[in-house]
RNA sequence: CGGGGUGUAGCGCAGUUGGCAGCGCGCUUCGUUUGGGACGAAGAGGUCGGUGGUUCGAAUCCACCCACCCCGACCA
């Protein structure tokens, strides 16, 4: 390609709405512009940077027994609405209705129409396994689009989808799928870490999150500093109470109730300054509304909800902080809550109450806190479950090692999905007996934009981006310098000619007016691995200057040599 | 949805007692220059986000709306 004809300029300055490094870069170097919030259109040399990642994918999911197929973008609303997701996904869910009435969605993910699809094709166990995979546009009306690609509503994704007769089928081939993954990631030149983690609105069993390591990144990952530990803060667990940071002692003899006055005292930071005591040797009760019942969740004062973890122990994602007037009716005081004599309400506490005793609760009166709470004594709590934020100075439920944090950005997952949506679609097969089972599956994404930018994040300098080669748009940038020259232009115009026929991706810098400054900072911001740059102080030194984007030192090759050093260099850094 | 911010040329920005629409970069033409974002000369380029209002007169004051960004809520 020639640089002079490419669709599309780069910017010396970035718009001043681009906050992340990739942002940035890929808008300065031409690769993406945006349209509208969440929504960009890809240039020429942003889009061969997309096709060359979904090579990657398209081959490694062939490798492990994928199809590819293609499904609609937009689909009937009775297959969400079998689904359930129709009633359960929030406005993210983009809903409309076609010029007959009818209801449509644009599909955010599909797992509905493979399980309509298994249902229509699937009758045996003998056509299962299966995977299909696709690599197709999706729409989720994100509330809040950021940092570029990272966080779009619009974008492209590679979903696969494995059909399995049995949970310990699919158990067999998710560490298949998940080492596919690890090799992707590693193609493309990043750098992941594969972490346990939330399922999200997807359901299903279990699921691991693939994240890129950069602190642009939305996600809160916690690692243990001996690496046997890793998981995405929404379901990050540190297990036993021992492992939370600042244990209290539990060997304090008991002491009775008594009430202490706490006027205008309504946080656990106010309440402990208030009494000269610790945060941990309070206890946190916070109501929900759930179902339109009131219930109560109660945590060691130092600790935090996660709200991810709530579903599993209420029974349903359909919850809310309760409004003050419902905190009212359930009995207890906005500010001076607990579980001391409201045994109507549902109560659900933290493993971190567990670790303490003596504690200051809510007096469920206004103005006053209780002390010397015990949790079974006074409180009623003779079950504990993790409803918890892991927190700085938590140890590691494998190891005893310190918890750390570090942001990423999850640019793939994976989810056992079990019978979740085959239930549902009544997506069966007959087994080996004639029974009819349901089908189980699996859901697998990657984000191709997302993947772009989080190697941009991975690889640029102050420069600009250094793209890992399997993922460049080009492979060599070719710089002609001093192309007035007719003599010159030729020779350049020859070689350019020789490295197309060789098969090599090149993009050439034929332009006549732009500075070696100009075209240097070009190539640099670009990012293509090669620079191969044919000048007359090139020639004179014996052909052209070879420069490798993130290595400082260039070296010259003879003309004659140029194609096949160039090829084994290109041969070099896209082994697989 | 809550909080904060921005909107003036392709990009970055200035523009307060309300009085002719500006600067840098980029772009066009010509000349000089030619290995790390050159120099000179001459040009092109604007519904000042939109609507309504106040005023002799609005980029500037007021009201409403829209778009975009950031933090939070939410979310593969």
Same mark, same amino acid.
């Not at 644009?106 to 995979?133: C, F, G, N, W």
């Not at 109507?344 to 200051?360: E, L, P, Y």
């Not at 691995?529 to 000048?535: E, F």
């Given at each position: 390609m020639r640089l002079s004809k490419l669709f599309a300029r780069t910017l010396r300055e970035p718009p001043s709405d681009a906050e992340s490094i990739s942002h940035q870069l890929l808008v300065? !170097?031409?690769?993406?512009?945006?349209?509208?919030? !969440?929504?960009?259109?890809?240039?020429?040399? !942003?889009?061969?940077?997309?096709?060359?990642?979904?090579?990657?994918?398209r081959e490694e999911m062939d490798a492990?027994?994928?199809?590819?197929?293609?499904?609609?973008?937009?689909?009937?609303?009775?297959?969400?609405?079998?689904?359930?997701?129709?009633?359960?996904?929030?406005?993210?869910?983009?809903?409309?209705?076609?010029?007959?009435g009818h209801d449509?969605?644009?599909?955010?993910?599909?797992?509905?129409?493979?399980?309509?699809?298994?249902?229509?094709?699937?009758?045996?166990?003998?056509?299962?396994?299966?995977?299909?995979?696709?690599?197709?546009?999706?729409?989720?009306?994100?509330?809040?689009?950021?940092?570029?690609?990272?966080?779009?509503?619009?974008?492209?994704?590679?979903?696969?989808?494995?059909?399995?007769?049995?949970?310990e089928d699919l158990d067999r081939y998710y560490p298949i799928i998940s080492d596919a993954y690890v090799k992707i990631f590693k193609r493309a030149g990043l750098d992941v870490a594969r972490i346990e983690a939330d399922s999200g609105m997807m359901g299903g069993t279990s699921s691991h999150e693939f994240v890129v390591i950069a602190d642009s990144g939305e996600n809160t990952i916690v690692r243990c500093e001996n690496g046997d530990y890793a998981a995405n803060l929404e379901t990050a667990y540190c297990a036993s109470p021992?492992?939370?940071?600042?244990?209290?002692?539990?060997?304090?003899?008991?002491?009775?109730?008594?009430?202490?006055?706490?006027?205008?005292?309504?946080?656990?930071?106010?309440?402990?300054?208030?009494?000269?005591?610790?945060?941990?040797?309070?206890?946190?009760?916070?109501?929900?509304?759930?179902?339109?019942?009131?219930?109560?969740?109660?945590?060691?004062?130092?600790?935090?909800?996660?709200?991810?973890?709530?579903?599993?122990?209420?029974?349903?994602?359909?919850?809310?902080?309760?409004?003050?007037?419902?905190?009212?009716?359930?009995?207890?005081?906005? !500010?001076?809550a607990s579980p001391l004599g409201l045994r109507?309400?549902?109560?659900?506490?933290?493993?971190?109450?567990?670790?303490?005793?003596?504690?200051?609760v809510g007096a469920n009166k206004d103005g006053f806190h209780t002390r010397n709470a015990e949790v079974l004594r006074d409180l009623g709590i003779a079950q504990v479950y993790d409803l918890g934020n892991v927190q700085d100075g938590d140890r590691c439920a494998q190891c005893g090692g310190r918890l750390t944090f570090q942001h990423g950005i999850e640019v793939g997952h994976i989810f056992k999905l079990g019978t979740r949506y085959s239930d549902k679609l009544h997506a069966t097969y007959l087994d080996q007996n004639g029974a009819s089972k349901p089908i189980v599956m699996g859901c697998y994404g990657i984000g191709s934009g997302r993947l772009a930018a989080a190697a941009v994040e991975q690889h640029h300098d102050d420069k600009g981006i250094c793209w890992p080669p399997p993922i460049a748009p080009y492979h060599i940038h070719l710089i002609g310098l001093g192309l007035a020259d007719p003599q010159l232009r030729q020779t350049a115009e020859t070689l350019y000619q020789e490295l197309l026929r060789a098969r090599l991706e090149v993009l050439y810098d034929d332009r006549e007016d732009a500075q070696a400054g100009v075209k240097f900072n070009d190539a640099d911001l670009i990012?293509?691995?090669?620079?191969?740059?044919?000048?007359?102080?090139?020639?004179?030194?014996?052909?052209?200057?070879i420069k490798l984007r993130h290595e400082p030192q260039s070296r010259i090759v003879p003309l004659p040599d140029l194609t096949a050093a160039l090829g084994a260099l290109v041969g070099q850094m896209i082994v697989r």
């Open positions: 300065r !170097g031409g690769y993406i512009r945006q349209l509208a919030s !969440g929504v960009f259109s890809f240039l020429p040399l !942003g889009w061969r940077v997309i096709r060359k990642i979904e090579a990657i994918l492990i027994g994928g199809q590819e197929i293609l499904m609609p973008v937009v689909q009937p609303a009775e297959l969400w609405q079998e689904s359930r997701r129709w009633y359960d996904v929030g406005p993210e869910l983009v809903r409309w209705m076609d010029r007959a449509m969605v644009l599909a955010m993910t599909h797992e509905e129409v493979v399980a309509d699809l298994a249902r229509k094709e699937i009758v045996s166990y003998r056509q299962l396994p299966q995977v299909v995979y696709q690599i197709q546009t999706k729409f989720r009306d994100e509330p809040r689009p950021r940092g570029g690609l990272i966080r779009v509503r619009e974008f492209h994704m590679k979903d696969a989808y494995s059909l399995h007769t049995s949970f021992q492992n939370l940071a600042s244990p209290l002692n539990v060997s304090e003899p008991s002491l009775p109730l008594e009430e202490v006055p706490t006027p205008h005292t309504t946080t656990i930071d106010g309440l402990a300054h208030l009494l000269n005591i610790s945060t941990a040797q309070t206890l946190k009760s916070m109501l929900y509304s759930v179902n339109d019942e009131v219930a109560m969740v109660v945590l060691r004062g130092d600790r935090t909800v996660n709200e991810f973890k709530l579903p599993k122990v209420l029974g349903t994602d359909k919850f809310r902080l309760a409004t003050a007037d419902e905190i009212r009716a359930a009995g207890a005081v906005e !500010g001076y109507q309400v549902k109560v659900f506490a933290d493993q971190s109450v567990r670790w303490g005793t003596r504690f200051v990012g293509i691995p090669i620079r191969a740059t044919l000048s007359p102080r090139s020639l004179k030194a014996g052909g052209v200057e």
